[in-house]
DNA sequence: CTTAGCACTCAGGGTAAAAGAGTGCTAAAA
DNA sequence: TTTTAGCACTCTTTTACCCTGAGTGCTAAG
């Protein structure tokens, strides 16, 4: 059933005043607002009331909205800001700055956010688990050690000094480097391991040794580079916030924030921005905050997100907005940063 | 002026009282736990008041200590505790996991101390600006990117693929690679910037193109190695502490935490402990707090810190056992599992 | 359908009294 | 001289209470 003009618009006037004042809207300041008695206003709310889009904490109490009056907000009546120019250049600079390192911008993503929008925020880059090595080099150190080099598919670098307990010739690091470019580049780890299996017996036992430690540390590199990475950021921002005048409240979120952050939400692929609203969030711990997610593309199908938590009179028309942009800079920054990488 | 007996005995126990209590103890209190009456210890208090160990949040309130009580606390009165087993093997156990990864170690310093004593907590890692870069190596891979291979003096080794916007013939890299040997490594950053242009006009561009890119990587390598790292983890623990029920005070010492963390106390080199109480530090936001902060080493002649903050009533007996303890198995692991990195 | 009017509800603020914890002081006991 | 019992006093905390004000729901008139 299809609210009324007049309903929206009243559904529309409590979510903001409440966004803003974190209390409790009464029928007076609407009647203000839209011309109409007061006691309109209060019949109105009390049909939004059974509807529930709104909710009266007591009963002598202004109108708070509900979940599905926010969610309602957002889908309808929301106006979809632009951002100003003074915002957008907040953005750009603190993007700025960050533009050199790209690795960097990721870790950091989180940060900026946080920043730029002054909510607890976290920033996810999914691993990639398809990642492989290219590219193999040793480079001979003396008879117990070498450097092992690993360029992954991502054309990524790793190195390490690697120490042996038995000596080796140096000699032999060529044919090893050759070895592993021929058999062990382009595989999974799991390819990788058995083939190590197969090959135990055709080389001298420290060979194999210093075969062994490059295909390990290049797997743990490949191990590392397929775990989904999650970074949680400002959540002392929470107590600033009225909801969060509580410390146990606060604590609580706070804590999830640092130790549960692998359960933040992850919107499913192809959405650009999801917003998830109180009970929407399927995790316990945020029941009555809101999330909201964006994704931006790394290039290669990869992607990763940054995402906002808050109370659930969150500013949503701001943050979408101001996460929108976020994440539409950072894909146009990979999209011409990268392959290439550096400058 | 040297204390009484009875009167060190006093302060040792409203000391140890308000540390678990956090509230001001009263005559009684300590009459029942001395064999002295009440009446006795009042007269013990007012003079332990006079003398500045005591305060009373107000007249008719139990006493508290004041800053130099604690500290004469901590120099004199404090039992120094020997671990448990229990708790010399949850730290085993806690380090056992991070041995691996040395690098990351550090790093996670700050969270494992935080989780051993359950207060915030913070790890220093003091930059190296002796560092320089012991062995360059040039791995080509086509005519406009090659791979850059860096193994600083502390055996650390790093690459990064480098694009260039000259073409260039890899087999020059070879020839390139020992000019960076023979002229560059052992170099500070000041040194390899000079001599980089004593260089530019005796190879073609693109070969010094290449060669520059390389010594810029290297230095910034070297310059973000010099770098003082501070991290602070554990920040949100102050939220089950009575003394930051408040939130605002709770939410001025988690930024000060986060964005002032440089300011941080670093204690002189070759102090292994130190305690700071309240107003000992010196820094205006850390006024009602403790840092206790401990140094580890990291072998040649390098150090990192670990440290501790938190409400003057501090649990200073079992946080400095602990920390002492996690500082020194950080200085056995550096001891044996460097220089031979990796197991 | 809208609005004015009115009685009603309830949280929040303020004051007052009561309770409780602990003190300082005095005078007697050791 | 030191310790202790006793007691009046101080000050915070708790509880109760009332009052106020914001806001409601309902009714009846416009």
Tied chains: 1, 2.
Excluded: W
Excluded at 80 to 94: C, F, K, M, N, V
Excluded at 114 to 121: L, R
Excluded at 223 to 248: C, F, H, N, Q, W
């Amino acid at each position: 059933m299809e609210l009324s003009e007049r309903k929206k618009q009243i559904l529309k006037a409590v979510v903001e005043h409440y966004i803003d004042s974190a209390e409790p809207v009464g029928s007076k300041t609407i009647s203000e607002e839209l011309g109409v008695s007061s006691a309109t206003i209060r019949n109105e709310f009390a049909e939004l009331c059974e509807l529930g889009y709104l909710e009266q904490p007591h009963t002598s109490a202004g109108r708070i909205p509900s979940p599905s009056g926010y969610r309602l907000y957002v889908n309808e009546l929301m106006e979809r800001r632009s951002l100003t120019p003074q915002e957008t250049e907040g953005i750009d600079e603190a993007l700025r700055g960050k533009l050199e390192d790209m690795g960097g911008a990721m870790t950091n993503a989180g940060q900026l956010v946080s920043s730029i929008v002054n909510y607890p925020a976290y920033s996810v880059t999914s691993g990639n688990s398809a990642l492989t090595v290219e590219r193999f080099e040793l480079l001979s150190v003396d008879e117990t050690s070498f450097i092992a080099v690993v360029m992954t598919s991502d054309k990524n670098v790793k190195s390490q000094l690697q120490g042996s307990e038995l000596r080796f010739d140096p000699a032999h690091l060529s044919d090893l480097k050759n070895l592993l470019n021929t058999h062990f580049a382009g595989k999974s780890r799991e390819e990788m391991s058995a083939h190590l299996m197969s090959v135990s017996d055709q080389l001298s036992p420290e060979l194999f040794l210093v075969l062994s430690k490059t295909v390990e540390y290049a797997s743990g590199i490949l191990e590392e580079a397929s775990k989904r990475d999650v970074e949680t950021t400002g959540a002392s921002r929470i107590l600033k916030m009225p909801e969060y005048r509580d410390v146990d409240r606060a604590h609580e979120l706070m804590t999830f924030l640092v130790d549960n952050k692998e359960n933040l939400p992850v919107p499913e692929d192809g959405v650009p921005l999801k917003i998830l609203i109180g009970p929407e969030n399927v995790n316990e711990a945020l029941r009555d905050t809101s999330v909201v997610v964006a994704s931006y593309d790394i290039g290669d199908g990869m992607r990763g997100l940054v995402g906002v938590v808050g109370p659930t009179r969150m500013d949503y028309a701001t943050v979408t907005a101001r996460l929108s942009y976020f994440a539409e800079s950072l894909t146009k920054m990979f999209g011409k940063g990268l392959p290439s990488p550096e400058e």
